[in-house]
């Protein structure tokens, strides 16, 4: 019986997790940073302070179990907010420390690419993944659950922060990801043709000029309607991201191509990568929707691994921000 804590961010998110299973997951989301464009570190931290103990409880009386019944605690260790993260971490070295069992300390962004294994159909490796967040735009070639290489990287914005700093300039509250695939779905994704970035490394990504030439389209066509900018701009994201990871499979010849992270929430890019990996030969795996976002079972696949590896952290070991 494991216990994964999650709060790096603004979400605060309990698992207990056995043998493969999900006996029980907790998120809650923070509300309270909405109408500030982004997450203020400071009232983060706090609200882990106050939900992190009763998101455990709920978890805990899901799945029908108690403190003792547990074997293992593990809690995401970084990167993050570091407030943030200190609640989530020491809450566990605390748990672990108190009742005798180990704890594993996870990196949150190999949790996000271990996410793929909560989908239904299992996983095979190697294969290239795409982690789409507000803090990363991380392309990772995984050969095998803990061992992952860094291909390529944004080198300015991450994706789901050029969808919040979008929303942002229109007014439109955090996390804006969400609101901006509203708006879109009764657009024309052709009114623009937005020019996709370019980086020294193909592999890396950059989203600030897109980001910024939404501004300006928004200036130059004051009557063209919203839906339509945001439809252009959103299909544009798509095909970046699609055109990045498959460029990248094909170059170092991996069949398989995954996608998680918030951002990989966004139904439209779901549907356009999966139209394109299937007219092009390769097998896509996505996040399932329920762990797109920040949540605790995906810690909990990272450290069933390295459970099963005897991988243990130490009680000592601090979070890291970055
Ligand atoms: O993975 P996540 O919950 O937290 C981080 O690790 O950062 O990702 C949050 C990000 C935010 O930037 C949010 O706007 C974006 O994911 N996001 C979306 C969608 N849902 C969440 N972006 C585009 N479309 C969505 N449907
Ligand atoms: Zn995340």
Not at 137 to 159: N, S, W
Request: charged fraction near 15%.
């Amino acid at each position: 019986m494991l216990l994964a804590i999650e709060t790096s961010c603004d979400d605060t998110a309990a698992c207990l997790y056995q043998d493969g299973q999900v006996l029980s997951h907790v998120v809650y989301r923070q509300e309270m940073h909405a109408s500030f464009g982004g997450v203020i570190p400071e009232w983060a931290s706090r609200e882990h302070e106050v939900k992190l103990p009763l998101a455990i409880q709920a978890a805990l009386s899901q799945a029908e179990k108690s403190y003792s019944d547990l074997k293992v605690v593990a809690a995401a260790q970084g990167p993050g907010l570091i407030g943030s993260l200190l609640i989530g971490s020491v809450y566990a070295r605390a748990l672990a420390a108190a009742w005798g069992i180990p704890f594993i300390g996870v990196h949150h962004l190999e949790a996000h690419v271990l996410s793929l294994e909560l989908s239904e159909r299992p996983i095979s490796y190697p294969i290239l993944v795409l982690v789409a967040t507000g803090g990363h735009t991380h392309l990772f070639r995984v050969l095998h659950p803990l061992r992952m290489e860094l291909v390529g990287r944004t080198i300015d914005d991450a994706v789901g922060e050029a969808f919040d700093k979008v929303a942002a300039s229109l007014g439109l509250p955090y996390p804006g990801g969400p609101q901006i695939e509203t708006i879109a779905q009764s657009g024309d994704k052709e009114a623009i043709a937005f020019p996709l970035p370019h980086t020294p490394n193909p592999w890396d990504f950059s989203f600030s000029g897109l980001k910024t030439a939404f501004l300006y389209a928004r200036q130059k066509y004051p009557d063209l309607p919203l839906s339509d900018l945001c439809a252009s701009w959103q299909h544009t994201v798509a095909v970046y991201l699609t055109e990045k990871l498959i460029g990248a499979a094909k170059a170092f010849q991996i069949s398989r191509i995954g996608l998680v992270g918030g951002v990989a929430a966004n139904a439209y890019l779901r549907q356009y990568l999966h139209t394109q990996a299937a007219a092009q030969g390769y097998d896509l795996y996505l996040a399932p929707m329920a762990y797109c976002m920040d949540n605790a079972a995906m810690i909990a696949v990272a450290a069933w691994h390295r459970y099963l590896n005897g991988l243990y952290s130490n009680l000592t070991d601090p979070p890291f921000a970055r």
